[in-house]
Nanobody, 124 residues
Framework: QVQLVESGGGLVQAGGSLRLSCAAS????????MAWFRQAPGKEREFVTAISWSGGNTFYADSVKGRFTISRDNAKNTVYLQMNSLKPEDTAVYYCAGRPGLGTDWRQSSYDYWGQGTQVTVSS
């Protein structure tokens, strides 16, 4: 069974930082492109960032570029999202996703496996 489990969410004041983790099992992690998506209350789920097999290529949504950093540790089957300079508009449920393949992709439909999400709340 393929399973992705997010952790690290919580409540933080604007300007603060959080680090999310996504632990993967049941897949060849080093051959999966990994990504983070998020869904704010009353809004559609949106792409945040993605990372290639070895971590050499990353791609960020404009809304988080310069503030968020994605990384992965294939030995630990884990992908991370470091979030700095958080804003109230970053408040959302954050989801980890994975797909076999080569290129990073912003399309939700290209990802086969999803975690249950972790809540991030940023107060003003």
């Amino acid at each position: 069974q393929v399973q992705l489990v997010e952790s690290g969410g919580g409540l933080v004041q604007a300007g603060g930082s959080l680090r999310l983790s996504c632990a993967a099992s049941g897949l060849t992690f080093s051959r999966y492109v990994m990504a983070w998506f998020r869904q704010a209350p009353g809004k559609e789920r949106e792409f945040v960032t993605a990372i290639s097999w070895s971590g050499g290529n990353t791609f960020y949504a404009d809304s988080v570029k310069g503030r968020f950093t994605i990384s992965r540790d294939n030995a630990k089957n884990t992908v991370y999202l470091q979030m700095n300079s958080l804003k109230p508009e970053d408040t959302a449920v954050y989801y980890c996703a994975g797909r076999p393949g080569l290129g990073t992709d912003w399309r939700q439909s290209s990802y086969d496996y999803w975690g249950q999400g972790t809540q991030v709340t940023v107060s003003s």
